[in-house]
């Protein structure tokens, strides 16, 4: 897997999407599909951004008992996405059933990544909440350890915990991270945020950009600033 600028197309319909889209001629960027855009248009808005020559991270963030997240992920494999997801939560068992489930015929799989803690969760929360004693990083890097021994590719996590997830889990196991804002935009409803270059610098292998690409009038301007301040130490791309 590279190392690439991620837009997330949070959009409600097929038409909003394809027409965001259409204004990328030059180059087909990675975009990511969330839940309310697959549950809006089904799998077909998959194949037909697919079609078009994108990459696709399909963030459905799978939790349930082991053989369902392997049947449903045997069900996304044959829709040839790049990059998909589960909730570390659902243990180890269940993230090598995801990768099971994912692994077509010929041996190769998409990148499956593990959500380690939402970023909305705080840890007053998650301590009284959810039952789980302890500071939220301290969590994140124990589930990060447990989708490195089920065999996943990575997390997802904040920029601002990409270093300490490659110290955990080692330079290879992919931090991919939402959460960034231009030096000059606004944060919106995110807390733990980052410019493309910060994330660059601590670590993030893919970074998730939304509304700072989404919500301007040159939306292709903004994600090619995006790249270039991403990607400005690096020569992948
Ligand atoms: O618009 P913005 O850049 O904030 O979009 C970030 C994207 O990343 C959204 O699709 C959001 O749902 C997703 N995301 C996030 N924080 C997480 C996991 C996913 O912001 N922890």
New binding site residues.
Partial sequence: MGYDVII?C?FSSKSDTLQFLDRFTDRKPFV?I?MELFYAEGPDIVREIKKRGHRIFL?LKLHDIPNTVEKAMRTLARLDVDMANVHAAGGIRMMEAAKRGLTKEDGTCAALIA?TQ???TSRWMMNNELGIPGEVTDIVTAYAKNASAAGLSGV???PLEAGMIHDACGNQFLAVT????FADSPA???KRITTPADADRIGSDYI?????I?QTEDPVSAYERCVTEFCKQRSRL
């Fill in positions: 997330a949070d990511k969330g963030d959500v939402l970023t909305s997802v996590c904040s939402p959460g960034i804002r919106d409803d995110q998730v950009v939304g509304r700072p989404t």
